[in-house]
């Protein structure tokens, strides 16, 4: 686990991918985890829906990623339950590697939220009116650029929406400074080695 | 703490430190990590220059990626497959934590060996790179799926930062019907409510049908809560976890096993324990489930009609209903039954424990599957697979056209190896009937054993409860 890019603002591209219940099998399939590897996963990406032929790569023209205006893409706006299913980390390490900040969703699936947060993508809460809504925006002007105020938990639209949004402050923290999660607990250690004597006592089955 | 819930006492019980927001830093008692995320993690660690902080509190075992075919090696089908195995072995033993390697007799699929090891104890928290291993809830542990990253900060420090959940108790009230399992439980829960029904909730099940679930239909009712999409399940230990657990290679023991059965009694929510939101279902109402589409909250009764997306008012919903009815092509309005299917998997973490064996073998004792089905038998474990032959359950199996094989996740998904093929349609006691799950194109139908059994006998979806009638 290493420290992630600080995330306080971004300004990026839009991309609208409004289905519901879209599970990491979809975000990246199982048959492209193929390395024991955090790293160069961006083009397995949606590979089942990105190509019309997965093993030569070939694109389907049809996928929104694939279309001009979408390729430089940082910001998700998806439909509810994004990221349900496996736990797969791979899912949001190939989102990062494609260039994915920020995803903005009603619902997230918790590991995957997790994992987002673990690895410097803010994922972004919204009502599902609120979704709608930014999605017909960008859809009515394809590559168009949201902009996000972490600190002020702010995201705001050209068209002027500005929607304001929750995230838990261990959360923000993280992101906002780019944290390594296990060096900040290790600053507890003592703490944790008191907590852990104490509990040997109440529990003693539970240490072999 | 007088009105607390099973999964606060839990939770206080292993709080280190509050982090502000709701989350707290809690105390992890067990990590279980398997060949395809798991390796990851501790390659991760150890390139970060940081070691387990207890290794005996961590198991490893091969279950995703191995081969489950007789004689098997660390050669696999899936491309790239091998170097999964062997990079996560030696990692393993670098790192000493507890390995149940491939020829291993304690070898299986993580959440099957975790429980019939007594690894996972009443009351303790677990976390596995593994969305399903909300399974152990069903001992009355606190277990949940984490990622890769999560992974190694709970092998360096013990510890996890969570965010409290909210409370859910899903009370089952009554007495299942006949031919009605804990599987069939589940899917008419995320039925009725969604795959999204249950986000942001620690899910306790409780009610009559609940507590009379012998403690492995608890496994496979706490195994679906994240279908359900909730955090974790959990059901609160008894009598019969306690019979369960009790002399496991790694249970307690002497006088360490009274003080913890001691401790293990006061876990149950307190009476006047407040949920943030409880769901009643009459378990009268529960017929056989099955799912015709792409979602497990695409689940109906299977003597009920496929729905038709023109009755969905929501557009984004018919839209997904619609999909889901072409990549089953499966019609609405009618129902299931009937239709002829390629193949038959029992397996998975779901559903491949020794009962669930037994129950399938008893529908298919003397009786062969219906010509040109692909039937496949997958114990959850090697132990599994060895009591089962004891009983002669495999001979039932084998006689009956099915394949008998190696313990692992096998063809529960679609790594790249084994596949069923395009467009074959799959009935399956696994959890997961998401679009190319179990190979691409391939379409499947979520049900419990006596229901795969059942259909693959008569080469199509077969309602079970009808069988002897039909036959
Ligand atoms: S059997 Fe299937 S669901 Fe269970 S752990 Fe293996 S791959 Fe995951």
Redesign the pocket.
Known sequence: MSANTPLDQHTGVAVPLMRINIDTDAIIPSREMKRVSKEGLGEALFANWRYADVTTRRENPDFILNQDAYRQASILVAGDNFGCG?SREHAVWALKDFGIRVIVAPSFGSIFYGNCVLNGILPIRLAQSHVEALAAEIEAQPGVRFSVDLVKQQLSTPAGKLAEFDISAADKRMLVEGLDGIALTQQRDAEIVSFIAADREQRPWVYR | MSHATLVEKIWAQHRIADLGGGSALLLIDRVFL?ERTGGIALQGLAAAGRAVRRPQQVFCTM??IVDTFPGRGDATRMPGGTAFITSTRAAALEAGVNLFDINDPNQG???VVSAEQGITLPGLTQVCP???TCTLGGLGALAWGIGSTEAEHALATTTLPILRPKQMRVNFLGRLGRGVTAKDMILKLIGLHGASGGVGYAVEFAGAAVTSLPVEARLTLC?MAVEFGAWTGIIAPDDATFEYVSGRPYAPDGVLWQRAVDHWRSLASDAGAAFDREIDIQAETIAPQITWGTSPQHSISIDEPVPDPQSQPDEKRRAAMSRALAYMAVEPGRPLVGIPIDAAFI????N?RLSDLRAAAAILKGQRVATGIKAICVPGSSRVKQAAELEGLHQVFIDAGFEWRESG??M??FAGGESFGQGERVITT???NFENRQGPGTRSHLASPATVAASALKGQITDVRRLGRQR
């Open positions: 496996s | 398997h279950d995703h699929i993580v959440h593994d969305s399903h195994n397996g998975s973490c779901t491949a996740c096998s529960c998904f696994t959890n997961r």
